[in-house]
T-cell receptor, first 115, second 111 residues
Framework: DGGITQSPKYLFRKEGQNVTLSCEQN?????MYWYRQDPGQGLRLIYY???????QKGDIAEGYSVSREKKESFPLTVTSAQKNPTAFYLC??????????????FGPGTRLTVL | DAKTTQPPSMDCAEGRAANLPCNHS???????VYWYRQIHSQGPQYIIH?????ETNEMASLIITEDRKSSTLILPHATLRDTAVYYC????????????WGAGTKLIIKP
């Protein structure tokens, strides 16, 4: 089956620890995205990548880092510098970042709770 | 800030058509209207998008007014599984990434 996988579904960490969220896609999409969602809110863009070895900051990149060493993988690290990391994190991909075929497909999400 | 305005919640009877409105009065000529939905605690699902013509696919129809300042998503025969938050988003087709998400409309389908 083609799709986007995120793991784990639920993640608990102690305050001050870095944590890495996994995102893998086998859709052969060039572009990948990370969003954060807080209760009752829409999604906010953290980082996006248009192509391997390239990524750009979104609206709320502070306290987060990413890498894009492989086309199918786009891991997100939540660092201790992120002041309020508890949230629902969503990864998405699209065929391209721009142009007509850029509807985004989403993974199931990871719910991170920092204790 | 989101460029769209949606009612926070709506109800619809099962089997009836669900009509979800969206205002985007500041939309520019090159901005498309996208609709996604999110079932509780899942990732959003793409539904449909359009520029100025009405669009239809297997999931829904999108009706865009002639002045493009508003649109309506139509689910022709709503089922209980259509209960979700529906997001209306405008997006510049030439932009690299921007989907500006508002709070959406919580649609509840009642038996």
């Amino acid at each position: 089956d083609g799709g986007i996988t995120q793991s784990p579904k639920y993640l608990f960490r102690k305050e001050g620890q870095n944590v890495t969220l996994s995102c893998e896609q086998n859709l052969n999409h060039d572009a990948m995205y990370w969003y954060r969602q807080d209760p009752g809110q829409g999604l906010r863009l953290i980082y996006y990548s248009q192509i391997v070895n390239d990524f750009q900051k979104g609206d709320i990149a502070e306290g987060y880092s990413v890498s894009r060493e492989k086309k199918e993988s786009f891991p997100l690290t939540v660092t201790s510098a992120q002041k309020n990391p508890t949230a629902f994190y969503l990864c998405a991909s699209s065929i391209t970042a721009s142009g007509r075929r850029n509807e985004q497909f989403f993974g199931p999400g990871t719910r991170l709770t920092v204790l | 800030d989101a460029k769209t305005t949606q009612p926070p919640s709506m109800d619809c009877a099962e089997g009836r058509a669900a009509n979800l409105p969206c205002n985007h009065s500041t939309i520019s000529g090159n901005e498309y209207v996208y609709w996604y939905r999110q079932i509780h605690s899942q990732g959003p699902q793409y539904i449909i998008h359009g520029l100025k013509n009405n669009e239809t696919n297997e999931m829904a129809s999108l009706i865009i007014t002639e002045d493009r300042k508003s649109s309506t998503l139509i689910l022709p025969h709503a089922t209980l599984r259509d209960t979700a938050v529906y997001y209306c988003i405008v997006r510049v087709m030439d932009s690299n990434y921007q989907l500006i998400w508002g709070a959406g409309t919580k649609l509840i389908i009642k038996p």
